[in-house]
């Protein structure tokens, strides 16, 4: 069991980790964390190992860490086939992992959380990878490779970890440098045609300079069938390496990290499940047609097949139906995107530096210094046919760079632990939506955004061991946040001009007034656009956020605490526009989230180290929650963010690991989680208290369990199963004609690991995820805005597959 005179790391760390505030981080930063000190930890022949986290910036033992985490090692996750973010769902308490249409993936921890991805959306939920924060959510699936430990730490995390995000925070620690000679190669196969490859280089430059490279490969063909084509959608082309340098020169640590992720695909297919022929836009596709959209391209019905054959240009022959011609048929620029099918195409460069610097036996300085540039380009249809109602090309570009400075230690014979920092983030992202024509917009629509996001902060806390065993840490942050944005949107036709034209049915032509769908498609940009609307302004906002925390050690077994944390995400303004501002400014605001959150927690080690159980309960304080709808501007379903309620939030998450035999270990968790609004504020639209905060499922649970089979003189076959499901949940974005949720479901996987003797450096192994087939819905859109069309995301089916590497 770790023990550290430094009670205010803890308490520090739990205000970082969310859960608890409890210990601080200063002393967390006295002594720096080593990739082997940040596994999770696992078993030994006289019951469970240490459960090391670095929560609070460094390594210890989780048994006296106030805060309410899941921990993952690098056998964990292997063990429980986790390969990426989303196979966490079910896995982890409290946290919903959504795939998103741009490839990426969105975390909610304790039902908050964000979903949307355009440029003025802010994650709630922090990632940090190797100390990083990650602004944005565009390619955060690719740095799954390599990996020391994944922590997930629910609650506020504004003290140690960078951006101050009110949901929780996602650790994720890859394997860093050591002074050994070293490394492992694997490769898989399995279904789907997939063929994975992974591996790593570790090599000692010269005394206390080390090197690693590391790589990962990803490919598998799609499992989305395609009815009118011999395409699929759904399939998976990853390429990652990753080169680190780690210099010890006596009392400092240097690591140097460069990176390169892309992902070319050809993007996810949604499948259609209902169609409404008296939907806004598909009338506006019967009008022109002498097929009705819903009668012309039927539900399937069927799991895993769409039609195939999407297009961006709406009608697919350059604007040409069976009943007219739009004006700007073969028109140069005009019909965009004529052929293009679904694709996500992404790439992210990053650099990494982090300097520790022992000034002394209890003070430390730490610096991190980081620089993100990422870029994602995507396709998602609608409908997925040939003459699709609605779909768009999207262009997301990033630049974020972070420099964050601590200086913590310990004083008063380490009764008392200090951490004083520093935080500078800036944020430059650019987003363009371009659909060409289409059955919304007669012209095209084009949505070019841009923000700069700068935020500092200052925070400090001190954690005081009035006893032995009990330990308060108080604390604050205070952030400053200021956006900068400007917007250039074109749709909208003048519906002051008109033209000669014929309309469909008819053979005489006649003077016709732009404005209505099938005049202006008639008429084209040419003789109906309107001017693009402009806007551009800027805002700041300020918070502080305060923090206290109690925890008590009552034996070597047994440790309790209770924390308040405060959280705040900043306000921000609505770009998408749908007129022309008078003074050119944004016009629709909202205001910055806050949350308190409470907290109290039991950890315990029983049974001479073979029981480890972890519980924790939580209520929240949710006020101007930054509700994301859809409502129509101009005609267009248009994505706009509304200060919309407030609202409460009450849950418990439970963790456990047994081990009763030497080659017997069973381990999981399970959690809960309720959700309420107190208040709906006015003009806060589609919003009803009947209706979800946020797409979180009420229950999650998970268990594991291995058992290792002694074989000949050395040889062990470890067969291993896991489980993990959620419970049904609130789908249907608000802004649907309807509410609707997703169905429940668990998912079973298994593996079989063989290791011919000890200390071979050979391991071979087959798995199998979602053994039983089951189907599972991740998201649904309902019929929302006029589109006529509801649709779900799905998860992927049964795979089995086998895997064989090398350590050397």
């Given at each position: 069991?770790?023990?550290?005179?430094?009670?205010?790391?803890?308490?520090?760390?739990?205000?970082?980790?969310?859960?608890?505030?409890?210990?601080?981080?200063?002393?967390?930063?006295?002594?720096?964390?080593?990739?082997?000190?940040?596994?999770?930890?696992?078993?030994?022949?006289?019951?469970?190992?240490?459960?090391?986290?670095?929560?609070?910036?460094?390594?210890?033992?989780?048994?006296?860490?106030?805060?309410?985490?899941?921990?993952?090692?690098?056998?964990?996750?292997?063990?429980?086939?986790?390969?990426?973010?989303?196979?966490?769902?079910?896995?982890?308490?409290?946290?919903?992992?959504?795939?998103?249409?741009?490839?990426?993936?969105?975390?909610?921890?304790?039902?908050?959380?964000?979903?949307?991805?355009?440029?003025?959306?802010?994650?709630?939920?922090?990632?940090?990878?190797?100390?990083?924060?990650?602004?944005?959510?565009?390619?955060?699936?690719?740095?799954?490779?390599?990996?020391?430990?994944?922590?997930?730490?629910?609650?506020?995390?504004?003290?140690?970890?960078?951006?101050?995000?009110?949901?929780?925070?996602?650790?994720?620690?890859?394997?860093?440098?050591?002074?050994?000679?070293?490394?492992?190669?694997?490769?898989?196969?399995?279904?789907?045609?997939?063929?994975?490859?992974?591996?790593?280089?570790?090599?000692?430059?010269?005394?206390?300079?080390?090197?690693?490279?590391?790589?990962?490969?990803?490919?598998?063909?799609?499992?989305?069938?395609?009815?009118?084509?011999?395409?699929?959608?759904?399939?998976?082309?990853?390429?990652?390496?990753?080169?680190?340098?780690?210099?010890?020169?006596?009392?400092?640590?240097?690591?140097?990290?460069?990176?390169?992720?892309?992902?070319?695909?050809?993007?996810?297919?949604?499948?259609?499940?209902?169609?409404?022929?008296?939907?806004?836009?598909?009338?506006?596709?019967?009008?022109?047609?002498?097929?009705?959209?819903?009668?012309?391209?039927?539900?399937?019905?069927?799991?895993?097949?769409?039609?195939?054959?999407?297009?961006?240009?709406?009608?697919?022959?350059?604007?040409?139906?069976?009943?007219?011609?739009?004006?700007?048929?073969?028109?140069?620029?005009?019909?965009?995107?004529?052929?293009?099918?679904?694709?996500?195409?992404?790439?992210?460069?990053?650099?990494?530096?982090?300097?520790?610097?022992?000034?002394?036996?209890?003070?430390?300085?730490?610096?991190?210094?980081?620089?993100?540039?990422?870029?994602?380009?995507?396709?998602?249809?609608?409908?997925?046919?040939?003459?699709?109602?609605?779909?768009?090309?999207?262009?997301?570009?990033?630049?974020?760079?972070?420099?964050?400075?601590?200086?913590?230690?310990?004083?008063?014979?380490?009764?008392?632990?200090?951490?004083?920092?520093?935080?500078?983030?800036?944020?430059?992202?650019?987003?363009?939506?371009?659909?060409?024509?289409?059955?919304?917009?007669?012209?095209?629509?084009?949505?070019?955004?841009?923000?700069?996001?700068?935020?500092?902060?200052?925070?400090?806390?001190?954690?005081?061991?009035?006893?032995?065993?009990?330990?308060?840490?108080?604390?604050?942050?205070?952030?400053?946040?200021?956006?900068?944005?400007?917007?250039?949107?074109?749709?909208?036709?003048?519906?002051?001009?008109?033209?000669?034209?014929?309309?469909?049915?008819?053979?005489?032509?006649?003077?016709?007034?732009?404005?209505?769908?099938?005049?202006?498609?008639?008429?084209?940009?040419?003789?109906?656009?309107?001017?693009?609307?402009?806007?551009?302004?800027?805002?700041?906002?300020?918070?502080?956020?305060?923090?206290?925390?109690?925890?008590?050690?009552?034996?070597?077994?047994?440790?309790?605490?209770?924390?308040?944390?405060?959280?705040?995400?900043?306000?921000?303004f609505n770009q998408q526009l749908g007129s022309q501002p008078a003074d050119g400014r944004f016009v629709s605001y909202y205001n910055p989230e806050k949350l308190w959150s409470y907290e109290g927690g039991i950890k315990t080690e029983l049974f001479d180290r073979r029981v480890v159980l972890n519980l924790s309960a939580f209520y929240q304080k949710y006020s101007d929650i930054q509700s994301s709808v859809n409502i129509l501007i101009g005609g267009v379903s248009t994505r706009q963010?509304?200060?919309?309620?407030?609202?409460?939030?009450?849950?418990?998450?439970?963790?456990?690991?047994?081990?009763?035999?030497?080659?017997?270990?069973?381990?999981?968790?399970?959690?809960?989680?309720?959700?309420?609004?107190?208040?709906?504020?006015?003009?806060?639209?589609?919003?009803?208290?009947?209706?979800?905060?946020?797409?979180?499922?009420?229950?999650?649970?998970?268990?594991?369990?291995?058992?290792?089979?002694?074989?000949?003189?050395?040889?062990?076959?470890?067969?291993?199963?896991?489980?993990?499901?959620?419970?049904?949940?609130?789908?249907?974005?608000?802004?649907?004609?309807?509410?609707?949720?997703?169905?429940?479901?668990?998912?079973?996987?298994?593996?079989?690991?063989?290791?011919?003797?000890?200390?071979?450096?050979?391991?071979?192994?087959?798995?199998?995820?979602?053994?039983?087939?089951?189907?599972?819905?991740?998201?649904?859109?309902?019929?929302?805005?006029?589109?006529?069309?509801?649709?779900?995301?799905?998860?992927?089916?049964?795979?089995?597959?086998?895997?064989?590497?090398?350590?050397?």
């Open positions: 069991m770790i023990r550290f005179n430094t009670s205010l790391v803890a308490s520090i760390s739990t205000a970082v980790v969310a859960t608890g505030l409890l210990a601080g981080p200063a002393a967390a930063q006295v002594v720096p964390v080593s990739a082997e000190a940040s596994a999770a930890g696992g078993v030994t022949a006289d019951g469970i190992d240490e459960i090391v986290v670095t929560a609070r910036k460094r390594s210890e033992n989780l048994l006296t860490t106030p805060v309410s985490a899941t921990v993952l090692s690098r056998q964990d996750l292997v063990q429980q086939n986790v390969r990426n973010f989303q196979d966490l769902r079910g896995a982890v308490s409290n946290l919903e992992v959504i795939p998103l249409e741009s490839g990426s993936t969105s975390f909610t921890v304790r039902g908050i959380g964000q979903t949307a991805d355009q440029v003025n959306s802010d994650t709630k939920a922090g990632l940090y990878v190797d100390e990083m924060y990650v602004s944005r959510q565009e390619g955060n699936d690719l740095y799954f490779y390599d990996i020391a430990s994944l922590q997930v730490l629910k609650g506020p995390q504004g003290t140690l970890f960078g951006k101050n995000t009110t949901a929780g925070a996602i650790l994720l620690t890859t394997q860093r440098p050591t002074s050994e000679l070293g490394g492992y190669a694997q490769i898989r196969g399995g279904s789907f045609h997939r063929i994975d490859t992974e591996g790593a280089l570790n090599l000692p430059l010269a005394d206390g300079i080390y090197g690693r490279a590391s790589f990962r490969t990803q490919n598998a063909d799609g499992f989305i069938n395609h009815l009118l084509d011999n395409k699929r959608s759904g399939d998976i082309d990853n390429r990652s390496v990753r080169l680190q340098l780690r210099v010890e020169q006596g009392p400092l640590t240097a690591d140097l990290l460069g990176e390169y992720n892309q992902s070319r695909t050809d993007g996810g297919s949604s499948i259609p499940i209902a169609c409404d022929n008296n939907a806004g836009y598909i009338q506006n596709y019967n009008a022109l047609h002498k097929v009705a959209y819903c009668d012309a391209y039927p539900v399937l019905g069927k799991k895993y097949q769409v039609y195939g054959g999407a297009t961006l240009s709406a009608p697919t022959s350059s604007l040409i139906t069976d009943l007219a011609q739009g004006g700007d048929a073969n028109g140069t620029g005009k019909a965009r995107y004529v052929g293009q099918g679904p694709y996500n195409h992404t790439r992210v460069y990053t650099a990494n530096g982090r300097l520790n610097y022992q000034l002394s036996d209890s003070v430390a300085l730490h610096s991190v210094t980081a620089y993100r540039n990422s870029r994602a380009q995507y396709y998602t249809p609608r409908d997925n046919t040939p003459n699709d109602i609605y779909a768009e090309n999207d262009d997301t570009r990033t630049k974020q760079f972070t420099q964050e400075l601590t200086l913590g230690g310990t004083a008063l014979d380490n009764r008392l632990t200090f951490l004083g920092g520093l935080f500078y983030y800036n944020q430059k992202t650019t987003f363009l939506q371009d659909t060409g024509p289409d059955w919304i917009d007669p012209l095209g629509y084009i949505y070019d955004g841009s923000l700069k996001y700068e935020s500092y902060a200052a925070f400090a806390q001190a954690s005081f061991k009035i006893t032995p065993k009990l330990e308060l840490t108080v604390g604050g942050r205070y952030t400053h946040d200021r956006k900068t944005g400007g917007s250039y949107v074109f749709f909208a036709e003048d519906t002051s001009k008109t033209f000669v034209g014929t309309l469909p049915g008819t053979t005489t032509s006649q003077t016709l007034q732009c404005g209505w769908f099938v005049n202006s498609f008639l008429g084209g940009v040419t003789n109906c656009a309107g001017p693009a609307f402009t806007a551009r302004d800027s805002h700041s906002w300020h918070g502080f956020d305060p923090k206290v925390q109690l925890s008590y050690r009552w034996s070597d077994s047994v440790f309790t605490y209770v924390s308040a944390a405060h959280g705040y995400n900043a306000g921000g963010v509304q200060s919309a309620a407030s609202a409460h939030e009450k849950g418990f998450e439970g963790e456990f690991i047994l081990r009763p035999t030497r080659d017997l270990t069973l381990r999981g968790n399970a959690s809960y989680l309720s959700q309420g609004y107190d208040k709906i504020y006015p003009g806060a639209v589609d919003l009803t208290l009947d209706t979800p905060i946020n797409s979180a499922p009420k229950y999650t649970y998970s268990a594991a369990i291995d058992y290792d089979v002694h074989v000949g003189s050395s040889g062990i076959v470890t067969p291993s199963v896991d489980v993990r499901g959620i419970s049904s949940k609130w789908a249907c974005p608000a802004g649907a004609s309807y509410t609707c949720k997703l169905p429940a479901y668990a998912l079973v996987g298994f593996r079989v690991d063989y290791v011919p003797r000890a200390g071979s450096p050979w391991k071979l192994g087959i798995y199998g995820t979602n053994i039983f087939d089951k189907f599972t819905q991740l998201a649904r859109t309902g019929f929302f805005g006029g589109f006529g069309i509801d649709r779900y995301t799905p998860g992927r089916p049964q795979e089995f597959g086998a895997e064989i590497s090398w350590k050397f």
